[in-house]
């Protein structure tokens, strides 16, 4: 069935029901009040999955361009950076 609709409409088509999966979480989240906390869990959990994401990738390129030593202080200072944040955050937010 989807063979014969254009790429360019079945492009179109999925990208609205991805998109919508935002529309709809948004709209959950503004009518559904959530404890501060367990939001907060969510929040950092996801952005642990990107910031390894990220940090996966360029760990690849800097060990290909500096070597191992480069890559190792990389992600050293990066993590040690991430958990300062942190934990200025966790001082400022009183959690």
């Not at 991430?82 to 200025?88: I, P, Q, S, T, Y």
Request: net charge negative; proline share 3%; charged share 5%.
């Amino acid at each position: 069935m989807m063979e014969s609709v254009p790429p360019v409409l079945q492009a179109g088509f999925w990208g609205l029901v991805a998109g919508s999966a935002l529309v709809i979480g948004a709209t959950i989240g503004y009518f559904v009040r959530l404890p501060a906390a367990f939001s907060s869990s969510v929040m950092a959990f996801g952005i642990g999955v990107l910031v390894s994401a990220l940090s996966f990738d360029l760990m690849q390129e800097a060990f290909a361009e500096g070597g191992v030593t480069a890559a190792a202080v990389e992600s050293v200072q990066n993590s040690g950076v991430m958990l300062l944040a942190g934990v200025e955050l966790l001082t400022l937010t009183g959690l």
